[in-house]
């Protein structure tokens, strides 16, 4: 007999979550939730727009229901189907909330990768395109546009939440100007810019991402204050700025390259500057936040010797550099700022 609490649907709730996910993948690659954005569809007319085979119909609206990510009035064909409030705010692809580019990423790159996960774990290499390619992640990501396109909407729909909660609650009372460094869109010194109206930022990138974040600063209207800059932060050093940020940059390299990384930024810092960097932080022990450990391990089938880290490895790591005084501020969901000061 199965004792009561030992209940499997923990086990199985993880072990299948992948059923889940896909069918949500799916849904964003087929735009249902833009589609339902313009009002109610029955199950055949979801099947004509998207369209899908008859056999699709209504399992795969029923699923989605049944996850909690569509509404339905009534039942049988004459059902319609509608978009919950979550999903019409982030995942129509006409609302500014819009996050789903990290999802069409996961779908298109990260699940078919995360097939390989096995082999990462038994060898410590990348199973993302370098397998089929050779080339490293960004060097791929440069070379087609419509790819960095679509790495950039990704990135600013996994940001958008955390760089929205860093502008709104860090003190940028003291300082004037910030360079956001690996600033792809230029989201982050928008935010910032938006909600401080005294500051002046600048978003630094390699060459091939210039064009898009100034497309994306000119649509917010604050190019007066938000300046795009051109960076390789493994041959330059960088602009000089009040603040300097990182988001998810040091996760992207080994420990060699992020020390280096730090430097850079405590070099580029004024006395009493603040070095800032917008993570999946990891707790200290290692227990707890899941989305900042598989996000580790995401670096591994990235990158294979990148990985995330806690606030108590920032800290240690910065110390080393030099800075003396730190903080970790929550942002949205599993997400933190970690600061460290320069000495004043
Ligand atoms: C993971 S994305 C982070 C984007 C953004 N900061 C965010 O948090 O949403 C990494 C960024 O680093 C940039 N990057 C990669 N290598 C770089 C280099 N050597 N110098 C400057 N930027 C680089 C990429 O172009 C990309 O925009």
């Known amino acids: 007999m199965t004792e009561p609490e030992l209940d499997p649907s923990h086990i199985m709730q993880v072990g299948m979550g992948f059923f889940g996910s896909r069918t949500l993948l799916s849904a964003v690659e087929l735009e ?9 569809l029955t199950g055949e007319q979801i099947r004509e727009r998207l369209g899908l085979h008859p056999r699709a119909i209504p399992d795969f609206p029923d699923s989605l229901l049944a996850l909690g990510l569509l509404r339905r009035e009534g039942e049988g064909p004459k059902a319609r189907y509608a978009n919950t409030k979550q999903t019409a705010m982030f995942l129509d692809k006409k609302s500014p909330q819009y996050i789903g580019g990290i999802l069409e990423m996961a779908g298109s790159r990260l699940y078919r990768f995360w097939g390989s996960l096995t082999e990462a774990l038994r060898t410590g290499e990348p199973q993302n395109e370098i397998k089929e390619s050779g ?21 600013a729909g996994i940001s958008a939440g955390n760089f929205k909660a860093l502008a709104e609650k860090f003190d940028f009372s003291p300082y004037e100007t910030l360079c956001d460094v690996g600033g792809a869109t ?8 938006e909600a401080n109206p005294h500051m002046r930022c600048t ?22 204050r938000v300046k795009t800059a051109i960076v390789d932060f493994f041959v330059d050093p960088l602009p000089k700025a009040d603040v300097i940020t990182m988001g998810m940059i040091l996760h992207d390299w080994n420990l060699e390259k992020k020390k280096h990384l730090i430097e850079l930024a405590y070099d580029a810092l004024p006395s009493g500057g603040a070095f800032i960097v917008v993570e999946a932080l990891i707790d200290d022990a290692r227990r707890e936040n899941a989305f900042g450990l598989l996000m580790s391990l995401n670096m591994l089938i990235e990158f294979g010797d990148a990985f995330d880290y806690s606030g108590a490895d ?7 550099a030099g ?19 320069k000495p004043a």
């Open 32 to 40: 249902l939730f833009t589609h339902l954005g313009a009002g109610e």
């Open 314 to 320: 920032f800290k240690s790591w910065c110390s080393e």
């Open 186 to 193: 230029g989201q982050l010194s928008c935010m910032v810019a």
């Open 135 to 155: 080339e490293p992640m960004f060097a791929k990501l440069y070379s087609a546009p419509e790819r960095l396109e679509q790495f950039m909407n990704a990135m």
């Open 323 to 341: 800075f003396t005084r730190f903080e970790v501020i929550p942002l949205a969901g599993p997400s933190s700022a970690a600061v460290a000061y």
């Open 203 to 224: 978003s630094a990138d390699l060459p091939p991402v210039e064009p898009i974040a100034k497309r994306y600063i000119a649509q917010t209207g604050l190019s007066d």
